[in-house]
C-alpha cells in the first residue's frame, strides 16, 4: 500500500518535505519505519514469515512486526497501528521499550531502493501466538523461535532464509532481548 511519509537526510534529520513511499523508494531517498520485536518469558522471539506476494524478501522471515511510519505520525503510535495490522495486538505505548535507531540501505534493484532508519522496539508478548491474527497481505505465518536457535539463524541469515538485514542489527536484537529474559 502506498502511503505518505517524511523525507530524512542521510544524517536521520527530518527535511520537512514528504513523498508517497514508492517515490521515496524508487528515489532512494530516506524515511522511517518502525520494528517491534515481540518475545516471551519463555525465551522466545515471535519471526513473521513476509508474505508471498512482498515486493522484497516474500517468505523470508522477518522481525516480528515491521512498516512505514506516516508522515507526521508519532513514532510508537505508528507501532501500536502496526502491531494492530499486522499481528491484530492491541498494545499500548507503555509496552513499547525503543532500543535504538537502525540506519539501513537494502539496493533491491535500480528502482527500488530501500534508504531506512528504523525505530526498533521490544515488546513482551504476553499471549499465545494461538490468539495472533495475522494481516493474509503481508504475513504468510508467525512462529515463536527460541533464543539459542535465532542466535544459530542470525550466523547464518541466508541459509536460515532470513531477511538479509546487516548481522550488527541481528546481534543487537539478540543481546537486547537476552537482557530482558535472564
Known sequence: MDE?????????NLTGKTAMKSVAHKKGWFHQT???WFYNAEGKILLQQRGKNKAVFPLLWDVSVAGHIGAGEDIKLSAIRETQEEIGLSISENNLEKIGVFKSIQRHHSTLIDCEF?????????VP???LIKQETEVQQLQL???????NGINNVLKNQYVPHDTTYYHAILKAITRRII
Open 145 to 151: 523461535v527460541a533464543l539459542h536457535d535465532f542466535k
Open 34 to 36: 518502525i520494528h517491534v
Open 4 to 12: 505518505l511519509i517524511d523525507i530524512l537526510t542521510e544524517d536521520g
Open 129 to 131: 501466538i494461538a490468539k
Open 118 to 126: 528504523h525505530h526498533v522496539f521490544l515488546c513482551e508478548l504476553t
